[in-house]
T-cell receptor, first 110, second 114 residues
Framework: GQNIDQPTEMTATEGAIVQINCTYQTSGFNGLFWYQQHAGEAPTFLSY????GLEEKGRFSSFLSRSKGYSYLLLKELQMKDSASYLC???????????FGTGTRLQVFP | EPEVTQTPSHQVTQMGQEVILRCVPI?????FYWYRQILGQKVEFLVS????????KSEIFDDQFSVERPDGSNFTLKIRSTKLEDSAMYFC????????????FGAGTRLSVL
């Protein structure tokens, strides 16, 4: 998978819901990851989708459509600490490497 | 909770010098990785390592780079002769298995080449 596309920046209000979209090339696809990265810190694993559908984990959910080469990360009940970059990454068959998008910088305002 | 640890957190070096970045992966993990992130850019894969061998490397990982697992716990990235464009955040990651498994990242080493 190459050419991961995701929006560069998004803003939202505390308590709201935000959806961060990601598209990728479908050939050889073998899994889609979402990581959170606060400025100057390590990427922290959020979710992994390999089958179509929605994976829910607390306030965060991730969706995958393999036929469309599309995923989104849904963040509910936003908190100020959710202000961070959200990195979409995919992996292809027969490779260990993750291919990252540029990340979406989310700013949560009070 | 187990974590990947990296040292130092910040390394400043002169162009042409050798640097060694150190990582201690999570103890039961078998696959190790190095990625880098130039300021304001994407996280990029450099190399993966399993069973004391490089399993995959990117075009960035040229002859100036090498990796080693000198003992049972450390995993190192060496840059033989640093260039200005090597300035970046270098992240180590590890996973239990390879494909289909989660890669856990360390906090990174910021390398500044002057």
């Amino acid at each position: 998978g190459q050419n991961i596309d995701q929006p560069t920046e998004m803003t939202a209000t505390e308590g709201a819901i935000v959806q961060i979209n990601c598209t990728y090339q479908t050939s050889g696809f073998n899994g889609l990851f979402w990581y959170q990265q606060h400025a100057g810190e390590a990427p922290t694993f959020l979710s992994y989708n390999v089958l179509d559908g929605l994976e829910e984990k607390g306030r965060f959910s991730s969706f995958l459509s393999r036929s469309k080469g599309y995923s989104y990360l849904l963040l509910k009940e936003l908190q100020m600490k959710d202000s961070a970059s959200y990195l979409c990454a995919d992996r292809s068959y027969n490779t260990d490497k993750l291919i990252f998008g540029t990340g979406t910088r989310l700013q949560v305002f009070p | 909770e187990p974590e990947v640890t990296q040292t130092p957190s910040h390394q400043v070096t002169q162009m042409g010098q050798e640097v060694i970045l150190r990582c201690v992966p999570i103890s039961n993990h078998l696959y190790f990785y190095w990625y880098r992130q130039i300021l304001g850019q994407k996280v990029e894969f450099l190399v993966s390592f399993y069973n004391n061998e490089i399993s995959e490397k990117s075009e960035i990982f040229d002859d100036q780079f090498s990796v080693e697992r000198p003992d049972g716990s450390n995993f190192t990235l060496k840059i033989r002769s640093t260039k200005l464009e090597d300035s970046a955040m270098y992240f180590c990651a590890s996973s239990v298995w390879s494909q289909g498994d989660i890669q856990y990242f360390g906090a990174g080493t910021r390398l500044s080449v002057l």
